[in-house]
C-alpha cells in the first residue's frame, strides 16, 4: 500500500471505497513499528487505532455521515492533551500525567472521525530545536539519521516525512513547527495569533505559540486548518476567522504580488547552499510574476535576545506548576517541609528546562527586569511595527526557514548560543504574531532546505496560495527511508 | 557576570534543586551576556501593547459544574484532599 | 501621629463563577474538592477565561468608590510558589504600565474625613490550607481548592486612618456600600478578610496579614496600636516587619518570613487580553448601578418627610432599604419606616435571623396600613410582629388568631363603657368639670379591653353617654 499520498487523496481514496481506512492505519502502524526503533518519532502510539478505523470503515459503509477526515492517521506533538492519554511534554515531570480532558483542536478532530495514531516526541517542554532535549532521546532525521530532525515539534514532522502518518500537529513557539519542517523536508505551519485555540497546549511560552499543522503539502495544510481553527470558547486569545475555507481559491497564483526580501535573514552565517536555494526561490516567484525586493528590518537582529527573555520569562512561570503535589510522578512527600520537596521533585526537570528557568527566574526579576524583561517587550512592540510597515508595501517576505542545514546530532548540544541562532528566521513571526510557513524547496547533498513565506494578520489564505504556488515549481527526492 | 551565588539564589527562587551550581554557570551565564544586545536596541521609548478584547466578548456568569470527578483522576488523601508536605512556619 | 492603611480583600460572592472558570463562585456549599476543573486547577494545557460579569462588579466597585476607571484593565502574574496556589502564581492586577486594574485612585468620605483609595484591583482567591497532625513534627498540610479562583476585589487605602475608631466607621459604610450594590454579601463567613499597615509617631511601618474578618481587623489595630505605644513608652525601637493576626489569641505574632522569597516577577497575564473599558461602557454601568445609600437618604428625606436619622439608619442597610421600598405607599411611608426602625430592627439583626424570618414587605405595608387605620394598636402590633416572623401568616389572620385586633364594634365597646359608668360613678361626676379625668375612664375602658379598644371611638363614646 502507498502510505505516501496526500491527506486530501487519502479522503478522496477512503470516500471512494479504493482504500479502506482499517488497511491504511494498520499499514501506518506497522510503519511506524519497522522505522520507529531507527527514527524515534513516537513516544507513544496508540492501541486502539485499528479498531477506531474499523469502526469508521462500518460508519462508511453503513451510509453513516462521517466526518471530514475518514479515519485519516494524524500524529500529535507530546504537549497537547487528549482525553485519557498520557501526556508528557517529553519530560520525566510528566511521566505519568493522564490529560483529563482534550485539547480544543483534538475534540475538533475527533469530531471530524481523525485517528490520533501516536504522540509524537519534542523538546523537553518544547524548549529546543533538535528534540535532543527530550527526557526519552533525540528524534532521528528520516532523511540521514545522523542528523537532528529539528524542533521542538521534531517527532511530527519526522513521522510525517517517514510516512508514519499522512499530517500532524505540532507547535510553534519561535520556529518549533517550520524548523523541524524544513530539516525533514515537511510543510509546516505558523498561523495568525489567535487562529488556532491553545486550550489543551501545554503552555511554554504562551504570548507568542500556536499550534500548527505539518503536512505533505500546502493543500494538506489549508485542509487541516478548515478543520481546527476559529474562535474558541475556551481560549479568550482565539480570534474570529468567520469559518474561512483555507482550500478554496488556492491556485490562484501571485501574479502582481510584491514580495520582500529580508535582508537580515540572507546575511551572515548562512550556508551558500541555503543561500542559492533562496535565490532560486526568489527567481521561481518573479518567474510566476510576483515582484522581489531587499527590505531591511532593524529590530531582526535583537529579536533572538528578545524571544528567549521573552520565552524564558513566561517558561518559568508557565512551568511553575509542575510542583508534583496533584499529579505528576512517584516521589513519597513524607519527612519534607514544603520548599524543600517541591525543589527536590523538581529536579526531574532536564538541564535545557533547569538552565531556562533559571533564566526566567533571573531576567524578569525585581533587580534587571528594566534591564532584560523590559526592553525585551519593547522590541517586540518595535519589531512589530516595523513587519507592519513592510506589509504595508509588501504582500508577502520571504527567507530561508533557517539559515543553515540539518546539523549533525551532539553537535550544537553544548553551545547555547549558536543554538540561538538558528531560530533567526524563525522567531519574528511569533513576536509579531504573523503567520509563516516553511516549504520544502531544495534538497542539499541529502539534506533539505525549506523557505519561509510571511504574510500580514489574518492573510493566511493569501499565504496559503503564495506557498502553493511556490509548491507547485518543486520536484525533490523521494525521503531515503 | 552572572556569579554562583546569583545562579544559586535564582534556582531557590524558582524551586530547582542543583548540586553542581558551577555546571549551569558557565552556560547560564552565555545565554544572558547574549541578552546584552538589547542594550542597544534603541527602544526605551517604545509603549508595550497588548491584543484586545471588548467586555462584551468575555466568558458569561454562568455556573457550568465539571463533568467528571476530578479530584478522583488527581493526588488525593485522606477522602478528596490533596496532601501537600509540612509549611515551615 | 499614628498611620493606619488597609488592603481589604472582598469575595464578589454575588456572582455565579469563579473568576476564570465556570465553577461555582460560592464554594461553602460544596465537599472538599468538588468544585474545581481543569482550569481553576490549574492542569497543564489549561487556560484562564476572564468572568465578564466579575470585570463589571468590581467596576461597579471603584465607580462607588470614587474611584478613576481606566480604558483597558490588564492582568499580571504575582509569581509565589505555595500549596494554595495551583498554578504557584496569583493572576492579579498591577499598575506598572499606566492606570490598567479596574480602580485608580479615589476616596470615601466618614463624617467630615476622608480616606483616599490607592487603587482596586480584581484577582483570584487561593485554595484552603488545613493542618492536620498532631505536633508540628508530624503535621501534614492538606488542601482544599473550592476556593481557589473565587473572584476577589482589593481594597487599598492610603494610611489615613488615627483610630480603630475610624477604621471600623470605614469598613461598616464599605459593608453597607458592597451589599448595596449586591456584589457581596459581607456577612458570609471569610468573604471579606483584610491586611494592614499600622505606624505610630517614631516607629516603623508594621503589617498585619491574615486578618479573617471585618470584627477581627479592628480588634487587630487596636491590640497593635496598643502593643506599638507600649514599646514605645519603654524606648524600644519598633522595627519594620510582617506581623500576622492569631485568631484564636486574638494577639499580632510576628512572622519569619523569608524576604528573599519576596520577589514576585510580576509581568502580563498572556492568555488575557486586555479588556477596554470605555466611556461607553462605563456610561451604560453607571445606569445598571442601584441607586447609592446617600441618593436614598436624600430621597426618603425630602420626599416622604422621614427624619434624617431614620432616613440614614434605613438607607444604609439594603435588607431593610429593600423591605422598605416594597412596602411603602404615599400615604403610609412614615408609618413603615417607623415600624423598621423602631420595632424590626431589634428582631432581625443578624444575618441567621434575616434568614430564618417569614416577614415580607407584604406584611409590613399591612401592618403599617393597620396602625394607621386603627385596625390596630401600636401596641398589638409588636405582638404580631413576633409571631409573623415566626410563623409567616398573613396580618389578619395572626389579628384574628390571637385575638389582637381593636374593639371598634360600637355597640359592644357603648355595653362595655356604659358598665364602668355605672362602676365610677365618682370619676364620671369628676370629668365633668376637670377634663384629665376622662383620660382615666379611657384607660379603665382599655383595662377591660386589654388595650384593645379603639382610643379614638371610646373617648367618642364616654363622652357621648356622659354627656360633655
Known sequence: ?481 | MVTEEEIEKVSKLMRIGIDDHKEYVEKVHMMINFFDILDSAGVESEEISMPEIPISKLREDEHIPFDDKLIERLNHYKGTYVRAPKMSS | ?468
Open chain 3, 1 to 468: 501621629m499614628t498611620m493606619i492603611g488597609l488592603e481589604i480583600h472582598c469575595q464578589l460572592t454575588n456572582l455565579n463563577s469563579k473568576l476564570f472558570c465556570s465553577c461555582k463562585a460560592n464554594y461553602r456549599e460544596f465537599k472538599i474538592n468538588e468544585n474545581i476543573c481543569p482550569v481553576c486547577m490549574g492542569l497543564p494545557g489549561s487556560l484562564p477565561r476572564l468572568n465578564q460579569e466579575a470585570v463589571k462588579k468590581a467596576t461597579m466597585i471603584a465607580m462607588a468608590l470614587n474611584c478613576t476607571i481606566p480604558e483597558k484593565i490588564a492582568f499580571f502574574r504575582k509569581n509565589y510558589f505555595y500549596p494554595d496556589s495551583p498554578k504557584n502564581f496569583q493572576i492579579t492586577q498591577l499598575n506598572i504600565y499606566g492606570d490598567t486594574s479596574v480602580g485608580g485612585t479615589g476616596s470615601v468620605m466618614i463624617g467630615d474625613k476622608k480616606i483616599r483609595i490607592t487603587r482596586i484591583q480584581l484577582e483570584e482567591d487561593p485554595g484552603r490550607l488545613i493542618y492536620d497532625g498532631s505536633s508540628s513534627k508530624n503535621q501534614i498540610t492538606l488542601v482544599d481548592y473550592n476556593r481557589a479562583g473565587t473572584p476577589l476585589v482589593e481594597i487599598v487605602t492610603e494610611p489615613d486612618f488615627e483610630t480603630p475608631h475610624e477604621v471600623r466607621d470605614f469598613l461598616n459604610i464599605l459593608s453597607n456600600i458592597l451589599t448595596n450594590l449586591g456584589v457581596a454579601d459581607p456577612s458570609l463567613e471569610g468573604a471579606m478578610r483584610a491586611d494592614a499597615n499600622i505606624s505610630i509617631e517614631g516607629g516603623k511601618k508594621v503589617e498585619i496579614k491574615n486578618i479573617g474578618s471585618f470584627h477581627d481587623l479592628e480588634k487587630a489595630v487596636h491590640f497593635e496600636i496598643i502593643r506599638q505605644d507600649s514599646l514605645h513608652s519603654r524606648n524600644i525601637e519598633i522595627i519594620q516587619e510582617t506581623r500576622h493576626w492569631d485568631d484564636r489569641r486574638k494577639i499580632t505574632v510576628s512572622s519569619r518570613s523569608k524576604e528573599e522569597d519576596l520577589d514576585y516577577r510580576y509581568f502580563l497575564e498572556g492568555d488575557i487580553p486586555w479588556v477596554k473599558i470605555d466611556p461607553e461602557i462605563q456610561k451604560k454601568l453607571k445606569t445598571e448601578m442601584p441607586e447609592s445609600i446617600s441618593s436614598k437618604k436624600a430621597r426618603y428625606i425630602s420626599k416622604y418627610n422621614i427624619p434624617a436619622q431614620v432616613a440614614d439608619v434605613l438607607s444604609s442597610d439594603k435588607y431593610y432599604s429593600d423591605l422598605f421600598e416594597d412596602a411603602y405607599t404615599e400615604s403610609n411611608a412614615k408609618e413603615v419606616a417607623n415600624i423598621i426602625t423602631t420595632e424590626l430592627m431589634g428582631l432581625v439583626d443578624t444575618r441567621e435571623k434575616r434568614e430564618v424570618s417569614k416577614f415580607t414587605s407584604v406584611h409590613l405595608r399591612d401592618l403599617a396600613d393597620a396602625i394607621q387605620s386603627g385596625k390596630v394598636s401600636r401596641n398589638s402590633s409588636k405582638n404580631a410582629l413576633h409571631e409573623i416572623l415566626k410563623s409567616g401568616k398573613d396580618l389578619s389572620t395572626v389579628i384574628s388568631e390571637l385575638d389582637l385586633g381593636n374593639v371598634s364594634d360600637e355597640s359592644e365597646l357603648s355595653r362595655i363603657i356604659a358598665q364602668i359608668i355605672s362602676e365610677e360613678p365618682q370619676a364620671v361626676e369628676q370629668s365633668k368639670s376637670n377634663s384629665q379625668t376622662i383620660n382615666y375612664l379611657v384607660g379603665k375602658v382599655m383595662q377591660k379591653t386589654k388595650g384593645k379598644a379603639d382610643p379614638v371611638l371610646t373617648l367618642d363614646i364616654l363622652k357621648k353617654q356622659i354627656g360633655i
Open chain 1, 1 to 481: 500500500m502507498n502510505l505516501k499520498i496526500s491527506a486530501l487523496d487519502y479522503v478522496q481514496e477512503v470516500k471512494t471505497g479504493n482504500i479502506s481506512a482499517e488497511d491504511f492505519v494498520a499499514n501506518t502502524i506497522e510503519r511506524i513499528q519497522n522505522v520507529d526503533d531507527k527514527l524515534h518519532a513516537f513516544l507513544s502510539v496508540n492501541e486502539d487505532a485499528i479498531n477506531q478505523a474499523r469502526a469508521i470503515d462500518k460508519k462508511i459503509k453503513s451510509g453513516e455521515k462521517v466526518g471530514d477526515c475518514f479515519g485519516m492517521p494524524i500524529s500529535i506533538k507530546d504537549n497537547m492533551c487528549i482525553k485519557d492519554s498520557k501526556t508528557t511534554c517529553a519530560s520525566k515531570m510528566l511521566e505519568n500525567f493522564i490529560a483529563p480532558y482534550d485539547a480544543t483542536v483534538i475534540a475538533k478532530l475527533k469530531r471530524q472521525d481523525a485517528i490520533f495514531v501516536g504522540k509524537v516526541n519534542m523538546d523537553e517542554f518544547a524548549m529546543g530545536l533538535t528534540t535532543e532535549f527530550s527526557a526519552y532521546g533525540p528524534s532521528k532525521n528520516p532523511w540521514n539519521v545522523e542528523y537532528v530532525s529539528g524542533g521542538s515539534s521534531g517527532g511530527s514532522a519526522v513521522s510525517v516525512s517517514a510516512l508514519e502518518c499522512v499530517a500532524s500537529l505540532g507547535s510553534d513557539t519561535g520556529g518549533s513547527v517550520r524548523n523541524p519542517a524544513s530539516f525533514c523536508s515537511a510543510v509546516g505551519y505558523k498561523p495568525t495569533y489567535g487562529l488556532i485555540s491553545r486550550y489543551g497546549l501545554i503552555s511554554y511560552a504562551n504570548s507568542i505559540e500556536q499550534i500548527g499543522p505539518l503536512t505533505r503539502t500546502v493543500k494538506d495544510t489549508a485542509f487541516m486548518l478548515n478543520l481546527i481553527t476559529g474562535i474558541d470558547p475556551n481560549d479568550d486569545t482565539t480570534i474570529d476567522n468567520k469559518n474561512e475555507d483555507y482550500l478554496s481559491g488556492i491556485e490562484s497564483g501571485i501574479e502582481g504580488k510584491k514580495i520582500g526580501i529580508i535582508k537580515e535573514m540572507i546575511g551572515e552565517g548562512i550556508d551558500p547552499a541555503v543561500l542559492s536555494a533562496t535565490k532560486d526561490a526568489i527567481a521561481k516567484l518573479e518567474g510566476l510574476g510576483a515582484t522581489c525586493e531587499e527590505i531591511s528590518l532593524d529590530m531582526v537582529k535583537y529579536s533572538v535576545a528578545a524571544y528567549y527573555t521573552i520565552t524564558a520569562t513566561e517558561a518559568g512561570s508557565n512551568l511553575a506548576r509542575y510542583d508534583n503535589l496533584r499529579y505528576g510522578y512517584d516521589f513519597p512527600l513524607d519527612g519534607y517541609e514544603f520548599n524543600s520537596y517541591i525543589s527536590k521533585a523538581r529536579r526531574k526537570f532536564g538541564p535545557e528546562v533547569i538552565r531556562r528557568m533559571i533564566i526566567g527566574g533571573f531576567v524578569p526579576s525585581a533587580g534587571h527586569s528594566g534591564k532584560y524583561f523590559l526592553k525585551a517587550l519593547k522590541v517586540k512592540s518595535k519589531l512589530t511595527k516595523e513587519v507592519n510597515g513592510a506589509f504595508k508595501k509588501f504582500d508577502f517576505l520571504i527567507s530561508p526557514t533557517v539559515p543553515i542545514l540539518p546539523f549533525k546530532l551532539g553537535e550544537k548540544i553544548d553551545d547555547p548560543v549558536s543554538l540561538f541562532l538558528v531560530d533567526i528566521n524563525t522567531v519574528t513571526a511569533n513576536l509579531t504574531g504573523k503567520p509563516a510557513i516553511s516549504i520544502p524547496f531544495a534538497n542539499s547533498n541529502g539534506l533539505p532546505i525549506g523557505i519561509q513565506l510571511m504574510a500580514d494578520s489574518m492573510h493566511d489564505k493569501l499565504l496559503l496560495q503564495a506557498a502553493y504556488a511556490l509548491e507547485q515549481t518543486v520536484r525533490l527526492p523521494e525521503v531515503p527511508i
